[in-house]
């Protein structure tokens, strides 16, 4: 009995390596398989995508609610404020009304040495830029100035 288990174990083991190593990898395809032999049960759930089907073979949902509508009316407002040695210094651009801010920044010039932005965000009420910039402990003797610039628009509610 043990003789035959063993002969048995070995047998199998022989088939299953030959089984492994007959079919190299992706060596299945087309040409190989039979008419409707692949079916839905042998398909692995969510493994296929769109663009595994002909056109047409996916079927459309209904459509959706229409979405808000997107922001219209852009306009690029900038400018700067006054340029001198005097720091701190803050500069705000303002949308024209009924517009806001979609976005914006600021930037220093001038003699900028020893100089840093350290703000540079929408106004608390979103409907414009604010820019403010200062010396560092070091000074500055030359003249710089704020500039800032926003991208304005019409934003539906």
Do not use: H, Y
Request: aromatic residues 4%; hydrophobic residues 40%.
């Amino acid at each position: 009995m043990v003789v035959a288990c063993l002969a048995l174990a070995v047998s199998l083991s022989g088939a299953a390596f030959a089984v492994s190593t007959a079919l190299p990898r992706n060596s299945v395809g087309p040409a190989q398989l039979k008419n409707n032999a692949v079916n839905s049960a042998k398909v692995k759930n969510a493994s296929l995508r769109a663009v595994d089907f002909a056109p047409g073979q996916i079927p459309r949902g209904p459509a959706g609610p229409p979405g808000p509508a997107g922001a219209v009316g852009l306009q690029l407002i900038s400018g700067s404020g006054l340029s001198n040695s005097s720091s701190p210094k803050t500069q705000q651009q303002d949308c024209p009304a009924g517009k806001k801010a979609v976005g914006g920044g600021g930037v220093l010039t001038g003699s900028t040495a020893n100089t840093f932005l350290w703000t540079s965000r929408p106004t608390d009420a979103g409907t414009g830029w604010i820019a403010a910039g200062r010396e560092s402990s070091g000074g500055n003797a030359g003249s710089w100035a704020v500039q800032t610039w926003v991208v304005c628009a019409t934003v539906a509610p």
